[in-house]
């Protein structure tokens, strides 16, 4: 009998180890990570740009509705009707959702150089869909914002 509890004792303190850091093996898997490269191209009408951004991400908040906060920074082109020009935004943002899809929201200050007959925004914004696991490093984002207009993006994160 008392060989009986010892192996009940035994087995109850394998097993609750053992799910204690299957668990602690799945929160560490389940994070984001921290940076990600991303190219987005958006087009409305006569108007085109391309992007190229570099994400960072700040924190992940402990409340129900936020996932995480980052900042962004980008250097584009667009073409318009008439004039073309280059841009560099930078952007804080937040975005939703602790499994795949998660809704983003970001702005920011928006520098235009080499304009030629046109002028860009001087706030650069975005909303917009995003999809990326946790632990894994493809992202596609889609969306409306400016300078990018409806926009569509493909990124890597490391």
Known sequence: ???????????ICYFTS???????????????YKNSLQGTLG??????????????ILSFPKGKFVTATYLRAGLGAYGVWGGNGNYFYAQYGIFTGKKASHFEISAGPNFGFNENSSEVPVI????GYRLQRPGKHFMLRTGLGFPESLYFGLGWSF
């Open 1 to 11: 009998m008392k060989l009986y509890y010892c192996f009940m004792i035994f087995s």
């Open 124 to 127: 650069a914004a975005s909303a």
């Open 43 to 56: 087009f409305a009408g006569l108007y085109a740009a391309a992007t190229s951004n570099y994400e960072r």
């Open 18 to 32: 053992f799910s204690e850091s299957k668990a602690q093996d799945t929160e560490t898997s389940s994070e984001f």
